[in-house]
């Protein structure tokens, strides 16, 4: 007799002997139980049968259902491969007699059937197995990795924050997947060849037809399940499916024979646009930006700090803070950037995808350099203001000459204060090449050629820091213009990412047979108050 768990549970509860009883008296209660019939056979079998038992039982039975499934999948196909020759039965007087014996056919093995019945055979309703064939979509991978600063800087100089994760309005930013790519290839396709005039101004159906399967099923999936915004709406109002006039879908798509496409784009298209100016920033990916849902001005105030005093004793009346200039206007102007190029049709409808690809990327480049310009020089009439131009910022003077001691005031003209928090991790420099050049080969003395900030041999060329600071790079600078700053002190709202539109309307584009491309954004912003930077504008020229 087999002690199962069950058994030994079945009479500690019937019989109450102890849990930690002996076999032998486990045993001797079971005989008894069995002898006076409150134990039956049956009860006794469920009751030592394992847990193993049982599911080698369950195995051997779905092998068994198994193995007859593919004897009558492999019957059948016999069935289907007899020719009408050996359907039909010879006659009688007709049937020859073969002298030789008819070889002994060996059955086929388990795998043989296995492997044979992964074919695609013809079989009855009862029998038949679902093939789905996966989307084009699948085929690529949609991971999003984490994005981070790269190795080098766009002018080739060392990225000071190389490798570290890449953050936008506060939240790590992820790069856009193969599988995004793909789609948004297949929708620049049709969203481009559907525009009014080009390819003699084919209609949405009929480049429909004349797509790849490939292109269709990423359109479809994208069209069905792919989330979209009205590029012409101020609000960016969000859907799931495309925002067609007739619905959602890839039918509302090619039914929108008005707009063609050109109303609405996929959010990955978005994505795809702003994720260059993030990668190869210098000082946006560090000041804090705000996103706006409308709007030309944003109104804000700023307030100073409250002052105390010592020396009270009693029925002495506390002087009170003198609340003149506490409060002081924040008010910020939304500037429009923006970018055309006229590109020939036969040129576009050769090269659809590779120059997309291009046009992407060089315009957001141009969008990062021009963002990066408007934070450190920005005239603040029709673009940002930038920190060189802040009114109220501590000047140094550095009387045209690069010495350790000018760089020192710069610094510590930025109070500790100032550096509390989080916000004291975008404290930098900013200068351009030159400037850093010679800040980093300021020499021990006039007799010691070595270098205050590191060895010539040593990291500190390609470094891009000095003191413990990010030395950040940008040649809208003169030589002579050099600023220290803490970034996150420096507001930039953004009102609309950078939207890409296209036309081939009016009578110059048709007789030139070209595409207007066009792109657009809306940026505005400014210090949040004048200590946090400091700047010089004597530096060496």
């Known amino acids: 007799m087999r002690l199962t768990k069950e058994l030994k549970a079945w009479l500690v ?7 930690d009883a002996t076999d032998a008296e486990f045993k001797a209660k079971a005989a008894e139980a069995l002898t006076n019939g409150e134990l039956t056979a049956e009860k006794l079998v469920e009751l030592t049968t394992g847990q193993e038992e049982k599911e080698v039982d369950e195995f051997i039975t779905k092998f068994d ?4 499934q593919i004897g009558g999948v492999m019957e059948l196909l016999a069935k289907n491969s007899e020719t009408p020759e050996t359907k039909e039965a010879p006659k009688a007087e007709e049937k020859a007699v073969d002298p030789t014996p008819e070889a002994p056919k060996r059955p086929l093995s388990n795998l043989e059937k296995a492997v044979a019945s992964l074919g695609h055979y013809p ?11 996966k989307e084009a979509v699948e085929s690529y991978d949609g991971s999003r990795k984490s994005a981070v600063f790269p190795e080098k800087t766009k002018r080739g100089g060392a990225h000071p924050l190389a490798g570290d994760p890449v953050r936008y309005n506060g939240e790590s930013y992820n790069t856009v997947s193969e599988r995004d790519k793909a789609q948004v290839g297949a929708w620049l396709k049709f969203h481009i060849a559907t525009s009014p005039g080009i ?10 037809a004349q797509l790849s399967e490939h292109d269709k099923s990423l359109l479809a999936h994208l069209a069905e399940k792919g989330e979209w915004y009205d590029c012409t709406s101020d609000t960016e109002t969000k859907t799931k499916g495309y925002m067609g006039k007739h619905g959602t879908g890839i039918k509302a798509l090619i039914d929108d024979s008005t707009s063609g496409g050109t109303e609405a784009a996929p959010i990955v298209f978005d994505a795809m646009v702003i994720e260059t100016p993030l990668l190869y920033g210098e000082l946006f990916p560090l000041v804090t930006t705000v996103p706006l849902a409308r709007g030309r001005r944003v109104e804000g105030v700023a307030v100073s700090t409250v002052t105390g005093s010592w020396g009270g004793v009693d029925e002495t009346d506390i002087s009170y803070f003198n609340t003149a200039s506490y409060v002081t206007a924040f008010d910020t102007t939304i500037y429009r950037w923006q970018g055309a190029v006229r590109i020939g049709l036969d040129f576009l409808s ?16 141009r969008l990062l350099e021009d963002l990066d310009d408007a934070i450190a020089i920005g005239n603040g009439t029709n673009q940002p203001e930038g920190v060189m131009n802040k009114t109220g910022t501590t000047s140094v003077a550095f009387g045209g000459t690069t010495t350790l ?7 510590f003209a930025v109070k500790k204060a100032e550096h509390k928090g989080p916000v004291g991790k975008t404290a930098i420099f900013c200068g351009n090449e030159t400037s850093y050049s010679r800040a980093i080969g300021i020499p021990v003395s006039a007799t010691d050629t070595r270098r205050v900030f590191g060895t010539m041999n040593g990291p500190a060329y390609d470094s891009f820091s000095i003191m413990n600071r990010p030395y950040k790079i940008n040649e809208s600078l003169a030589n002579t213009q050099v600023f220290y700053g803490i970034m996150a002190r420096y507001r930039m709202y953004r009102r609309k990412d950078m939207v890409v539109r296209t036309s081939t309307e009016g009578a110059a584009l048709i007789r030139a047979n070209s595409m207007l491309i066009a792109v657009m954004a809306r940026f505005g912003g400014q210090c949040e108050r004048s200590q946090p930077f400091a700047k010089s504008t004597t530096a060496e020229a």
């Open 199 to 208: 390819q003699g101004s084919m209609s949405a159906d009929r480049v429909w």
């Open 123 to 133: 079989v009855d309703e009862e029998k038949t197995v679902e093939i789905r064939v």
């Open 405 to 411: 001691s000018n760089y020192e005031s710069l610094r």
């Open 350 to 365: 050769d090269t659809p995808i590779d120059f997309a690809e291009t046009f992407i990327r060089q315009y957001g480049e």
């Open 13 to 19: 509860q019937k019989y109450g002997i102890a849990v």
């Open 65 to 68: 259902a198994l193995t007859k």
